[in-house]
């Protein structure tokens, strides 16, 4: 509905309205949330509403968003600062203030910092969240690298890109004729309605849809073409289809001659790669690779979307660039319908990285750099990859990691070597978690921070392409907490760093991010929904500017030093990687480990998205509960009936590093040689009556499944763990 629908409804109810921005998909999630207007009777936040005028979902809401009200009040929510009194995992907690728990805080870090060197503490933040800025300043002003960053979201596809094309090409769906949707999850991956409503308007228009994933989800539903890959191995189905386009000369000629650097190499080192090869890999039929190959490289208005599932395998560098090499031989770049390089904001809010204090002598201490170290500081900052922190705190190597905050992650969930995990937290000297809800390892923690939903706090304000919106306050904290953002800034004056902090004040704070956009937050906070810019006709071959782009890593190199793609890569080469994309085996698979595959004979994947929750959190929500109850996994019929595996049985999933409880849920539309299952389960639902599953063995953690081998679990440039293995499938009763 729009503002004065909003208000005209308040008014009959007797309630009042807030427009502000959703908080489900995570404070400040990739790529924006949606508009919403929240409905307030007799003090309590009752309902929301999709705000019409917000670009980004247009008056939509998802089940996620309607059900903010059940998760704000929800009984698992933090309501006092806690610290530990009993033992490490016990569970046992007295209650402080707000102001102690900061001053603990504090004392323990400046000691930690004086006894071991400022390295010593991490902060861990996957996901790019609204304050994940102000993390990384806290660190540098600290001075400790360790930002521990991903190894697991977004920030591989961006390197691979950025080293490969000089920007990550986003897809023009609106003009496109054929739309890949590879690895990605356009229907559910929130903020919901924008990649669901360009899917579905691609759709209508009769645009043609290719989705390449192991299962049909909604996406690869209404697709023209499901192309089955088996999980991990796009890579391959990548490679091919370079041999493909390339072998049947479908390329633009002129664009390879004038932007490409290296395609002779290029042609020369994908000829091994036949469909055939690639086949007995991935597992797709040779002529659809060279179908889809074709289909590709002839349709002159062709894009591929990439999501998430290209990332978690150790060829995930080697299958984006790829990916990015037949964008470049089509030409398929910058150009009506294709992917397109994405001109920089004109005017955007001040940046709180610190980047003039990157120096040499801070990236020498990363414990455990998410890329390699000359290639550091990236976008972000500089950043170690978020497993590799936990791990030191276990191996002790470089050295060790002290003192972990994290702030809304749940490291014994969120990352793969869950069982690692959690020996590094029962050792680590000092956790501090900094969440709105229990967390899966919160009874680890010595300090728990309660903090405030965005529907609890007045800022910050939030930016997808094209508008400007402040988070407004809907409701009074329900408890003694403040937003991230406060905690932060008062934990650096504290500590001493109030300079850098604006004296620890968040207003201070909000407008100095705004002051180049001439705005304070309080006028932000006048315009009921925001401030939408207008898009400038679009522009189309920016090669020049684009090949040219300085990256941020000491010494300014270009990303592409030749000002032109880099189909054969120099700079990885000079680096000791492999100058050209090539097939990596994950830790455990068919092909790779074909003697493991009597004893485990599936392979094992998982799914991030899902239409009810966000990553490892909501399952306590009734409403959005009661939608997808248990953790299931997804399994063939054929394979099913061969174990004697009916509908809805639990069953019992093991591979060489641990086994799962979950019921089979038969499923036609999945490769019969593999299963997959939605990655994130621990939580139970006090409401419904449902307990929380284990952690580690005999629970629905899907990350207690896979390898954590130094040497085969990762991509080696971009730390990209992988989430696929082998596994056998049976009743639970059977064993
Ligand atoms: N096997 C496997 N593992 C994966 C993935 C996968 O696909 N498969 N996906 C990976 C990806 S892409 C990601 S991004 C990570 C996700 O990993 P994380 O981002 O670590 O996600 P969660 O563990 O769910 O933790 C999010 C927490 O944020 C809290 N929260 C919500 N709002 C706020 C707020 O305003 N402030 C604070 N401080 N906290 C808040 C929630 O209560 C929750 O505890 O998982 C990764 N791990
Ligand atoms: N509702 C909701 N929305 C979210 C989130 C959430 O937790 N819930 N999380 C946010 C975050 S942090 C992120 S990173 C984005 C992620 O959003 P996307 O980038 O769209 O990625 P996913 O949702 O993980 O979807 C990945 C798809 O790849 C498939 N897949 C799995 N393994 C493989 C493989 O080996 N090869 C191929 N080709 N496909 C594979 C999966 O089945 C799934 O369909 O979503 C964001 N939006
Ligand atoms: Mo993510």
């Known amino acids: ?29 990739p790529g924006g949330g949606c508009g919403i207007y929240a409905f307030v009777k007799d003090g309590r936040f009752v309902r929301v509403s999709g705000m019409d005028e917000s670009p980004v979902n247009r008056g939509g809401v998802c089940a ?42 504090a004392d323990t870090l400046a000691r930690q910092k004086a006894k071991y060197g400022a390295e ?90 290719v989705a390449i994933k192991p299962s049909v989800e909604p996406d690869a539903g209404m697709a023209d073409i499901w192309v089955p890959v088996r999980p991990g191995t796009d890579a391959a189905l990548a490679l091919a289809m370079l041999h493909v386009v390339i072998g049947e000369n479908l390329i633009d000629q002129a664009f390879v001659d004038t932007w490409c650097y290296g395609f002779k190499r290029l042609k020369s080192h994908v000829k091994q790669y036949t469909p055939e090869w690639a086949r007995q890999i991935c597992g797709v039929d040779s002529g659809q690779i060279v179908q889809l190959a074709r289909w590709y490289a002839t349709t002159p208005r ?111 969930v969120s990352t793969r070597g869950t069982k690692t995990v959690l020996a590094a937290l029962q050792k680590l000297d000092f956790f501090v978690t900094v969440d709105v809800a229990r967390t899966a390892e ?53 500590m001493g760093y109030g300079n850098d902090f604006w004296g620890g004040d968040i207003d201070a704070a909000m407008d100095d991010l705004l002051e180049p956009l001439d705005l304070s937050m309080a006028e932000l906070m006048s315009k009921p929904h925001g401030i939408a810019g207008k898009p400038g006709p679009p522009t189309y071959e920016k090669y020049q500017q684009t090949f040219s782009r300085l990256s941020p890593a000491i010494g300014h190199a270009p990303f592409l030093p030749q000002g032109k793609i880099a189909l054969y890569n120099t700079t990885f080469e000079a680096a000791g990687f492999n100058p050209l994309p090539a097939w990596r085996e994950p830790p455990e698979s068919l092909t ?37 109850p248990e953790p299931i996994l997804h399994i063939h019929p ?3 009936t061969e174990r004697g595996i009916q509908e809805n049985d639990w069953i019992r999933v093991s591979s060489l590093h641990g086994f799962m409880k979950v019921r089979a849920r038969l499923y036609h ?31 629905a953690n899907v990350n207690v499944m896979y390898s954590v081998d130094q040497e085969k679990a990762y991509d080696p440039l971009i730390t990209a763990m992988s989430s696929q293995t082998l596994v056998q499938v049976e009743r639970w009763e059977d064993r």
């Open 64 to 105: 996620k968003g309607h059900a903010a009200p059940q998760w704000v009040y929800s009984p698992e929510r933090l309501t006092h600062p806690l610290r530990r009194v009993g033992k490490k995992g016990q569970g046992r907690f007295e209650q402080i203030s707000w102001e102690a728990a900061i001053e603990h805080i």
């Open 592 to 628: 790779a480990t074909p003697e493991l595959a009597d004893t485990y004979p599936l392979i094992l994947s998982d799914y991030h998205t899902s239409k009810s929750f966000s990553a490892s959190w909501q399952r306590n929500v009734p409403h959005l509960r009661e939608i997808e």
């Open 669 to 699: 539309g999945i490769r019969p040689d593999t299963v997959m299952v939605l990655h994130g389960w621990w939580q139970g639902c006090k409401e419904l009556g449902l307990d929380d599953y284990p952690l580690a063995d005999g629970g």
């Open 638 to 640: 054929d394979t099913a």
């Open 302 to 412: 062709a894009v591929i979307d990439i999501g998430n599932g290209l990332e978690h395998a150790p060829s995930a560098s080697d299958a984006i660039r790829a990916i990015a090499m037949l964008m470049a031989v089509t030409g398929h770049l910058d150009r009506p319908g294709t992917n397109l390089f994405v001109p920089a904001p004109r005017a955007a809010p001040r940046g709180v990285a610190l980047k003039e204090r990157y120096d040499k002598d801070l990236i020498d201490k990363l414990v455990g750099p998410e890329f390699p170290s000359i290639f550091q500081p990236f976008l972000e900052g500089p950043s170690s990859a978020y497993y590799r922190i936990l791990e030191s705190v276990v191996t002790e190597h470089p050295y060790p990691i002290r003192a972990i905050i994290a702030p809304g992650t749940q490291p014994s």
């Open 120 to 209: 010593s503490l991490a902060i861990l933040s996957p996901a790019k969240r609204a304050y994940s800025e102000y993390l990384q300043r806290f660190l540098t002003v600290h001075g400790s690298p360790n930002y521990g960053h991903s190894g697991i979201c977004v920030m591989q596809r961006a390197f691979a890109f950025m080293y490969t094309l000089g920007d990550w090409p986003r897809p023009d769906y609106e003009q496109g004729d054929l739309i890949i949707y590879w690895g990605r999850q356009p229907i559910f991956s929130g903020p919901v309605a924008r990649p669901a409503r360009a899917f579905l308007s691609a759709r209508q228009r009769g645009a043609r849809i």
């Open 442 to 494: 919160m009874n680890f923690a010595d300090v728990v921070v309660p903090v405030a939903t965005s529907y609890e706090s007045g800022h910050p304000y939030h930016m997808a392409p094209g508008w400007l919106m402040a988070t407004n306050r809907v409701i009074e904290p329900l408890g003694e907490y403040k937003s991230t953002f406060q905690f932060f800034l008062e934990l650096a004056d504290a």
């Open 1 to 29: 509905m729009n503002y004065e629908q909003a208000k005209n409804v308040a008014l009959r109810n007797g309630e009042q309205v807030v427009p502000t921005v959703c908080g489900m998909c995570g404070p400040g999630g």
